[in-house]
């Protein structure tokens, strides 16, 4: 069995995210920068998918996968690739 989203809202600084297994996840949104900068409605224009959230308009993706395994976003910073 696959495991998905369902459903995403936005409550202070989390994002809970409801799964299809019944599951409700409270995620920081420190994990992510681009959520954490986004205005609210950025926040709402998101899609979901079998694997995960995706928000066009901020270029982030979340994987399901990876919110189960505690982990958050795995880009660098720009100042970091530079080097």
Do not use: C
């Amino acid at each position: 069995m696959s495991i998905s989203a369902t459903d995403v809202r936005f409550e202070d600084a989390t994002m809970w995210v409801s799964l299809s297994d019944g599951r409700i996840l409270g995620v920081p949104l420190a994990w992510f920068p681009r959520l954490l900068a986004a205005r609210p409605a950025a926040l709402l224009k998101y899609e979901l998918s079998s694997t995960g959230i995706h928000w066009e308009d901020l270029d982030e993706d979340i994987s399901i996968a990876g919110l189960l395994s505690g982990r958050g976003d795995q880009t660098k910073p720009a100042s970091i690739a530079a080097e």
